[in-house]
């Protein structure tokens, strides 16, 4: 499966947590769509807009949305809302007693995976993408 994996890319962002769902997706052999998430923040060379429509086409073309919800992110939620948009499979990752908005609690057909410790990420990512 083609896997869009959202995360926050510049407040609350956690590249360790980005890369242990990236190897749980990878693991399934499935294929990461948005490799840059992974990388440094920095958009060197591409235009607000163009990182904009990258993101939109990656969330509205993939066959599962992965988003990282543990803390809040406007990006992620713009993401999130263009592969419900397009109907696509969605899969939340919160921590367990985290706060989630009002509309993505309620969002009919996500998927959602909660977690106490980070290490419990893999084993349930792995398991929902089989």
Do not use: Q
Not at 13 to 26: D, G, N, P, T
Not at 110 to 120: A, I
């Amino acid at each position: 499966m083609k896997v869009y994996l959202a995360v926050p890319l510049v407040a609350n962002r956690s590249r360790a947590r980005a890369e242990l769902m990236a190897r749980a997706i990878r693991a399934g052999g499935h294929v990461v769509t948005s490799p840059w998430v992974l990388e440094a923040p920095a958009e060197a060379g591409s235009s607000p807009v163009d990182v904009f429509e990258r993101d939109m086409k990656g969330a509205e073309s993939c066959d599962v949305l992965v988003a990282d919800v543990s803390a809040p992110s406007i990006g992620v939620g713009m993401e999130i809302m263009a592969a419900y948009k397009a109907g696509r499979r969605i899969v939340v990752v919160a921590r367990k007693g985290g706060v989630l908005s009002t509309m993505l609690r309620h969002m009919e057909g996500k998927e959602t995976l909660e977690y106490d410790e980070e290490e419990e990420i893999y084993e349930g990512l792995t398991a929902l993408l089989r």
